[in-house]
């Protein structure tokens, strides 16, 4: 369940889950208890809890690999936004990365680009190409969070003021 992500994120600061869950519970004829208490979730702590549970009895909700990329995608989000620099992306997405033993970008790739940047910024050159090289590694998360926002009826802008690249 990718809503982990979107609410972990901060992404989604509204109540927006409640209209989806209870769409979700409209569509079934005996909806799940944890769907009917996420339909009365006041805010973003309780929505949380509600799904924190959900995962500790049922981790086939989501694919691990649909909440890495959107963890990833929630991450490049925020640094196209300029709330994150380009060297604090590429550390925390390594860190997550890691974390979900993911492999589309790696830890090992993800890091690799880090230390060529740290490299660049203490030589003074010129970080465009790292830049680009972000901008190809996080582009599919980026549409995968994206076309999900859509499927869930999320209409607010996500990008806002485009970033500095670093």
């Not at 409640?18 to 805010?43: I, S």
């Not at 890091?111 to 003074?124: D, P, R, T, W």
């Not at 999900?148 to 009826?153: C, D, Q, R």
């Amino acid at each position: 369940m990718m809503w982990v992500e979107a609410l972990e994120s901060g992404d989604i600061t509204e109540p927006v889950w409640t209209d989806w869950a209870e769409k979700q519970t409209g569509d079934v004829g005996q909806p799940q208890l944890w769907l009917k208490v996420l339909c009365h979730a006041p805010d973003t702590s309780t929505a949380l809890s509600v799904l924190y549970s959900i995962y500790l009895h049922d981790s086939e909700l989501a694919p691990y690999d649909d909440r890495a990329s959107a963890s990833l995608g929630f991450l490049y989000l925020r640094y196209l936004r300029g709330e994150l620099q380009l060297a604090t992306l590429l550390l925390r997405a390594g860190g997550e990365a890691d974390g979900y033993n993911y492999d589309h970008p790696s830890c090992e790739e993800i890091y690799a680009l880090l230390n060529q940047l740290e490299a660049a910024i203490a030589q003074v050159q010129n970080i465009e190409s790292y830049v680009q090289e972000a901008t190809v590694m996080f582009d599919r998360h980026r549409d995968f969070v994206e076309i999900w926002l859509a499927s869930v009826g999320y209409s607010k802008p996500i990008l806002g003021v485009v970033g500095q690249p670093y």
